[in-house]
């Protein structure tokens, strides 16, 4: 066997073995949505979710949103500024009302939820987990991660 | 456009990131998305754990990209990236029992995954995107010879890739030639290759 017929067998072989599969279209965009968008270069900040629980992002139109569908919850983020802070609402099936709550490092806020809705507005950076009370128990959402990432 | 940037260089590549080229990244994260999700695939991790390898992996990459400007081999990089990152994915799962754990990641060290089972996936990757960097006959071809068919079912191959079969040895050979020097380029030679058998 000749060199280039050895190399091809050898090529075979790995190609054979190769066990890796395609990438779903939701994991793909995940990856690229960790990047600014054009219109956003001028961004300062990316928001991230930190994953441990994370069921599915997907980017939505123009604007940089994230939803995070995690079972019957979906928690939406808007890209914020340094100057108004985040910006964060979502829609919960199944409960129509009662109180959902933003544990950060250094600071708490707490909103009612109205027909299922709730929206946090002026969100320091920071670290976050939701919990939304019913019945009296915690029953955390997610883990929220808001990153600086760059200085433009 | 996509084309053009498809065929840059990893650290053109990076380059280009740098300068906020969103087309750059999404070459980048095409070109190693597989060989990232390899890893967390192959420990048999949830659909969501491998999300979050393959998350936080690009992530690394990201926040890395001036470093990697240094890089030599960025496919190894983000592979041992991938390694370390699916090997803590695997640890915090042992607090529940799983079903299966994959023999390769149950180390008490990231360290102590052999090398060369990310070696081979380098190379599988590498192979993988060399085949698709060429003309689309060679493409064709390779792929149905390399993925689909065993060695000799040329007739087979001859009509899925609409080839006369007597044709297929010496567009075989040609293309072969062209894709060593693809892998070249990428540092993929006969000798590296020949190293390890999968």
């Known amino acids: 066997m000749d060199r280039l017929e050895n190399f ?41 979710l930190s994953p441990a629980n994370l069921a ?17 919850s979906i928690v939406q983020l808007e890209q914020a500024n340094q100057e108004t802070g985040s910006r964060l609402s979502g829609f919960v099936h199944g409960i129509e009302d009662g109180p959902v709550t933003l ?7 707490q909103k009612s939820i109205s027909n299922g809705e709730f929206l946090f507005e002026s969100v320091p950076f920071g670290s976050y987990r939701v919990c939304f009370s019913h019945e009296g128990e915690c029953s955390w959402i997610t883990d929220l991660r808001l990153n600086q990432v760059t200085d433009s | 456009m996509f084309k053009k940037i498809w065929k840059q260089s990893d650290q053109q590549l990076v380059r280009l990131c740098l300068k906020g080229d969103q087309a750059a990244w999404e070459s980048l994260v095409s070109r190693y998305q597989r060989l990232v999700y390899h890893f967390p695939n192959d420990a048999r991790l949830s659909p969501q754990d491998c999300d979050e390898v393959f998350q936080e992996t690009f992530l690394s990459t990201y926040k890395s990209l001036e ?17 370390r990152t699916t090997w803590k994915v695997v640890q915090r799962n042992r607090r529940h029992p799983m079903e299966s754990l994959a023999e390769e990641f149950d180390v008490e060290d990231p360290d102590l995954i052999p090398d060369e089972h990310l070696e081979i996936r380098v190379q599988q990757a590498g192979i993988r995107r060399a085949i698709g960097m060429l003309n689309g006959r060679c493409r ?16 087979k191959v001859a009509k899925e890739a ?12 040609r293309c072969l030639v062209k894709l ?10 006969q000798k590296s290759v020949s190293k390890r058998d999968p």
């Open chain 2, 67 to 83: 470093k990697l400007l240094e890089v030599q081999a960025l496919d190894h990089w983000i592979a041992t990236v991938a390694k």
């Open chain 1, 56 to 72: 599915a992002v997907r980017k939505a139109g123009s604007n940089r949103k994230y939803f995070y569908e995690l079972g019957n």
């Open chain 1, 103 to 109: 544990y950060g490092d250094e600071c708490v806020f």
């Open chain 2, 140 to 155: 064709t071809l390779l792929h149905l010879l390399f993925y689909k068919y065993d060695s000799g079912d040329y007739d």
């Open chain 2, 180 to 189: 060593k020097n693809v892998l070249e380029q990428m540092g993929i030679n």
């Open chain 1, 8 to 48: 091809w067998e050898k090529l075979r072989q790995l190609a054979r073995s190769d066990s890796s599969v395609d990438v779903p279209e939701t994991t793909h965009n995940k990856a690229l949505s960790i990047f600014p968008s054009r219109q956003e270069t001028k961004s300062k900040y990316i928001f991230l």
């Open chain 2, 162 to 173: 609409g080839i006369a079969r007597g044709s297929i040895g010496p567009i075989r050979h």
